[in-house]
T-cell receptor, first 110, second 114 residues
Framework: AQTVTQSQPEMSVQEAETVTLSCTYD???????LFWYKQPPSRQMILVIR??????QNATENRFSVNFQKAAKSFSLKISDSQLGDAAMYFC???????FGTGTRLTIIP | GAVVSQHPSWVICKSGTSVKIECRSL??????MFWYRQFPKQSLMLMAT?????????EQGVEKDKFLINHASLTLSTLTVTSAHPEDSSFYIC??????????FGPGTRLTVL
C-alpha cells in the first residue's frame, strides 16, 4: 500500500518570504502522479500543483514549485513570495486514487 | 474551470435516520467520482470510488451497507448514510474526474448526527 508522510504539522513564514513544505511517500510503482492540494478555511480542496513521475523536470506554477526526488521518494513544495492568501492546510497526495498525507498547516505572518 | 457541487452543504439529523448527499459535476461529465471523509483537523480518507453504471468500490474498513453509493449518471453521484449515528458525524467531500489524473473537489458536506 502506498503511504504519504508529511512531517511538518505546522509551519509559519513571513509575508513575502519563501517556505518549503516536505512530503515523502512510499510506492513500488514506477509511473504515477503526485499532487499538492490546498485547503483554506472554507474547506474547499484546491489543486496547487502536480508532478508526473516520469518527468524529470520539476513542475512550476507561478509562485509554487516542487522539488521532486524520485529515488528518494520526496516531493516538497516551495512557495515563493508568500502571501496572506496562501494560509491554509496543505496536503500532499499520491496518484489519481488519492492517498493523502496528514497535512501541514501554513500560517503567514504579516 | 471544472465545477463540482455538493448538496446539502450542512445537514443535521437524528440518530437512526438516513441522509443522502449529492455530488454533481456541473460543466463536465465524470465517469469516476470519489467520496472522502475528513474528521476535524485530520486528512482526507478515501471511502469509495464510484463509477457510472457500476457498483462502487469501497476501501477497506468502509461498510458498504452503511454508506450506499449510487452513480446513476455521468454528472451525479449520491452517498446515503443509512441509520446514521453520532460517530458518523464528519465532513464528507466528493471529487469528480473528467479525465485521467485530474480530480475536482466539491465544497464538502458537514454531517451532524444528534
Amino acid at each position: 500500500a502506498q503511504t504519504v508522510t508529511q512531517s511538518q504539522p505546522e509551519m509559519s513564514v513571513q509575508e513575502a518570504e519563501t517556505v518549503t513544505l516536505s512530503c515523502t511517500y512510499d510506492t513500488s510503482e514506477s509511473d504515477y502522479y503526485l499532487f499538492w492540494y490546498k485547503q483554506p478555511p472554507s474547506r474547499q480542496m484546491i489543486l496547487v500543483i502536480r508532478q508526473e513521475a516520469y518527468k524529470q523536470q520539476n513542475a512550476t506554477e507561478n509562485r509554487f514549485s516542487v522539488n521532486f526526488q524520485k529515488a528518494a521518494k520526496s516531493f516538497s513544495l516551495k512557495i515563493s513570495d508568500s502571501q496572506l492568501g496562501d494560509a491554509a492546510m496543505y496536503f500532499c497526495a499520491y496518484r489519481e486514487k488519492l492517498t493523502f498525507g496528514t497535512g501541514t498547516r501554513l500560517t503567514i505572518i504579516p | 474551470g471544472a465545477v463540482v457541487s455538493q448538496h446539502p452543504s450542512w445537514v443535521i439529523c437524528k440518530s437512526g435516520t438516513s441522509v443522502k448527499i449529492e455530488c454533481r459535476s456541473l460543466d463536465f461529465q465524470a465517469t469516476t467520482m470519489f467520496w472522502y471523509r475528513q474528521f476535524p483537523k485530520q486528512s482526507l480518507m478515501l471511502m469509495a470510488t464510484s463509477n457510472e453504471g457500476s457498483k462502487a468500490t469501497y476501501e477497506q474498513g468502509v461498510e458498504k451497507d452503511k454508506f450506499l453509493i449510487n452513480h446513476a449518471s455521468l454528472t451525479l453521484s449520491t452517498l446515503t448514510v443509512t441509520s446514521a449515528h453520532p460517530e458518523d458525524s464528519s465532513f464528507y467531500i466528493c471529487s469528480a474526474r473528467p479525465y485521467d489524473n485530474e480530480q475536482f473537489f466539491g465544497p464538502g458536506t458537514r454531517l451532524t448526527v444528534l
